[in-house]
């Protein structure tokens, strides 16, 4: 999808459709007098409130305006980004349904807007890109028509190209911040194909390759540890995991340097289980097949070290992906199997289905070869974390206030939101092992949190470190009216911490 600003007179501006965006205040403020100079019938205003994300499309009287259809796009009080992500991401969606191309958006009074929102102009532009593209993006690569590349493909049901319609002094700013929210939107869109790829499509090999190839287009190194590789460095968790699969284990390391000398050396570690199926532990058969999503951390991270590169942030990032999937067999840990893992501590694997917590136990611990100056983890570690949490916002821990609290501010601003779960001591007591150093379940209660001691225990305890469960986010469960799958939960939240530690 391409995106442009354009400061030609709102009547030339052509597309197949235009939206007006209002706030509740714009509706008697500057509604009439803009309706009058578009010839637009003022009717429609009496059955338009502005709430976030409404949309109505207007028939008759638009003769003085270049493009086909005109919409009214409601931004709420129009005193967030969050209000202006979610118009734009209606915005977007709406345009597909309508098989519509070419869309514009009338930005004319965005510096106005942005005090409000309290933002700068740039990151309201990237906002309303980046929820534009949110909104429009569709999973259809699997459809008919789309496999076989022999037969004439299905058009794609994408946005062509949004445009931003601002004020000549506001054109260089919106310019910057779209060319932003491009790469964010891209990234998150590759990290959401990623997850709505199935298991019989996604194999570890195949995340390592979707690394090899974003890094080869976009200038950082990507190293591939393969199965041989994984066992010389006796990554125990990774391969008791992968112990029942059909499918080896990859181990990706992804590498960005900036041009300079660093401000920072950065590790992001994102599980990158292919699917999950409990193994012997197996998981009850409904709603199985959601744990295609079980590699969203790594996705998120891929797309968040991308990013990085592509915005030439001056931060020494390291991506560290260990990925397999979980599957049941003869070959397969057994629950009460005693491994050792990558760091030397052994483990007591309880349960099979608590396996993110043992390919991230040697991520960790292989994590602090790079001395970085903060380690985060993204998992979709536990189903407690959404009881706990719901389906919109993450659980964090950290072992640093100061880490905690830049996390937290990121993702109130980036619109995905974190939550912070405490590391309390006197919750180790849940996970001693009589046999091994560490049991790798808690037992009844708390699960986010031992599953997050759990990790803690292969962490030098001076490294700054914070673990993000997402196992609610990252994934939308179907419900009626909205795009289910994939999210890309933790681009947007990485990038905008990057961004700020540099
Ligand atoms: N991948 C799951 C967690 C999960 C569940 C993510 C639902 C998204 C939606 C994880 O590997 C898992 O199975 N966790 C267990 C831990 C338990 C066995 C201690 C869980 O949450 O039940
Ligand atoms: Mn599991
Ligand atoms: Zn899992």
């Not at 008697?28 to 803009?34: C, D, G, Q, S, Y």
């Not at 086909?68 to 349904?97: F, P």
């Not at 942005?114 to 929820?131: D, H, N, Y």
């Not at 947007?492 to 700020?500: A, I």
């Amino acid at each position: 999808m391409k995106i442009a600003v354009t400061t030609l007179d709102l009547l030339k501006v052509g597309a197949d459709l235009l939206a007006l965006p209002l706030s509740t205040a714009d509706l008697k403020k500057r509604a009439p007098a803009l309706f009058d100079s578009l010839g637009l019938d003022r009717q429609a205003l009496k059955d338009f409130k502005g709430d976030a994300g409404e949309f109505l499309l207007l028939y008759g009287g638009t003769v003085k305006c270049a493009a086909e259809r005109i919409a009214l796009l409601g931004t709420g009080e129009g005193s967030s980004l969050d209000e202006w992500r979610k118009a734009s991401a209606s915005l977007g969606a709406r345009a597909v349904d309508m098989k519509v191309r070419n869309i514009a958006i009338d930005c004319s009074t965005i510096e106005a807007d942005a005090v409000s929102a309290k933002e700068s102009v740039a990151g309201l532009a990237a906002a309303i890109a980046e929820g534009c593209m949110a909104g429009s993006y569709r999973f259809d690569r699997l459809k008919s028509g789309k496999l076989d590349k022999k037969k004439s493909p299905k058009k794609s049901q994408e946005l062509a190209s949004l445009l931003l319609r601002v004020e000549s002094a506001a054109c260089d700013a919106a310019k910057h911040g779209v060319l932003e929210g491009e790469i964010v939107a891209s990234c998150q869109k590759a990290a959401r194909d990623m997850v709505n790829l199935p298991g019989n499509y996604l194999q570890a090999e195949d995340i390592a390759k979707a690394a090899q190839e974003s890094g080869k287009k976009y200038g950082y190194n990507v190293t591939v540890l393969h199965k041989k590789d994984i066992e010389s460095l006796r990554m125990g968790g990774l391969l008791a995991v992968n112990q029942g699969s059909f499918h080896p284990p990859t181990f990706s390391v992804l590498e960005y340097k900036p041009k300079g000398k660093p401000k920072a050396v950065i590790a992001l570690v994102g599980k990158g289980v292919t699917f999950d199926s409990g193994g012997i532990s197996i998981k009850p058969s409904e709603n199985m097949g959601e744990m295609k999503s079980d590699m969203a951390g790594a996705a998120s991270v891929i797309g968040a070290v991308e990013a990085a590169a592509r915005l030439a942030l001056p931060l020494h990032i390291v991506g560290l992906i260990p990925a397999t999937d979980n599957m049941p067999d003869a070959t397969a840990q057994r629950p009460g199997d005693v491994i050792t893992t990558y760091s030397g501590i052994t483990v007591e694997v309880g349960n099979t289905d608590a396996e993110g917590r043992l390919i991230l136990a040697d991520a960790l611990s292989y994590a602090q070869k790079y001395k970085p100056d903060v380690i985060i983890d993204l998992a979709t570690l536990t189903g407690a974390c959404i009881v706990a949490l719901g389906y919109s916002v993450a659980g964090l821990f950290s072992n640093d206030d100061k880490l905690a609290d830049e996390i937290f501010q990121a993702g109130e601003h980036s619109g995905e939101k974190v939550w912070r779960l405490p590391l309390w001591e006197l919750y180790n007591e849940q996970i001693k092992s009589d046999v091994a150093d560490v049991h790798n379940t808690g037992g009844r209660g708390a699960g986010t949190i031992t599953a997050a001691k759990f990790l803690e225990k292969f962490i030098d305890g001076h490294k700054k470190w914070a673990h993000i469960d997402i196992a609610g986010p990252s994934f939308a469960p179907k419900s009626a009216g909205k795009v289910s799958g994939g999210t890309g939960f933790g681009v947007s939240l990485l990038v905008e911490l990057l961004k700020r530690w540099s």
